[in-house]
């Protein structure tokens, strides 16, 4: 069975502020999704990453998918208020199952 | 485009019964699925779909059946609720890309009580 795991759970922070969430697995993808979700709605894609090493940025949030398609993280520079939210990451292979992680919650403190 | 689409939004049902979760989506993706997502456990894949006339299980598919008649529909149904059914249910649609690279666009959810 696939698990994708992401550390930390929680994260509490000043804005300005920067932090790096994780998500690890002993599987490899050949995907990797990264949601944002906010209190009564829907997860929101944010990236995908699909090669190994890749780098992606959005604004001040920058994605990495690792050497061996294992693992990824999320960087955020200069976090704000808005930042707030449960981040989830998501890993796709050729069996058409699609997983998601148990998210980290990241509170911004203004 | 209206996206993905479910109905109801809130729902209460008492333990035995039965009811059918809507989902719908305008942008003619071939894959969709849905999930559960209780506290602490993120989202746990219940059935999904790479097409019309195709449904397979994903981690979580006891007590729930699923069809897909058709490309834009794919309704879910909780034969006997039970109370361990409680939870907040989303559908989810994307294309998919010779990568393998599923990009989810999700439904606003529909929160579900069981008595």
Not at chain 1, 34 to 62: A, D, I, M, N, S
Not at chain 2, 11 to 37: F, I, P
Not at chain 2, 52 to 77: H, K
């Amino acid at each position: 069975t696939q698990l994708l795991e992401q550390s930390p759970q929680f994260l509490s922070i000043q804005e300005g502020e920067n932090l790096t969430v994780y998500c690890n697995s002993s599987s490899v993808f050949s995907s990797l999704q990264w949601y944002r979700q906010e209190p009564g709605e829907g997860p929101v894609l944010l990236v995908t990453v699909v090669t190994g090493g890749e780098v992606k940025k959005l604004k001040r949030l920058t994605f990495q998918f690792g050497d061996a398609r294992k693992d990824s993280s999320l960087h955020i520079t200069a976090a704000q208020p808005g930042d707030t939210g449960l981040y989830l990451c998501a890993g796709g292979n050729r069996d058409d199952k699609i997983i998601f992680g148990k998210g980290t919650r990241l509170h911004i403190l203004p | 485009n209206a996206g993905v689409t479910q109905t109801p939004k809130f729902q209460v049902l008492k333990t035995g019964q039965s009811m059918t979760l809507q989902c719908a989506q305008d942008m003619n993706h071939e894959y969709m699925s849905w999930y559960r997502q209780d506290p602490g456990m993120g989202l746990r894949l219940i059935h999904y779909s790479v097409g019309a006339g195709i449904t397979d299980q994903g981690e979580v598919p006891n007590g729930y059946n699923v069809s897909r008649s058709t490309t834009e529909d794919f309704p879910l149904r909780l034969l006997s609720a039970a109370p361990s059914q409680t939870s907040v249910y989303f559908c989810a649609s994307s294309y998919s890309t010779a990568g393998y690279s599923y990009e989810q666009y999700f439904g606003p959810g529909t929160r579900l009580t069981v008595t």
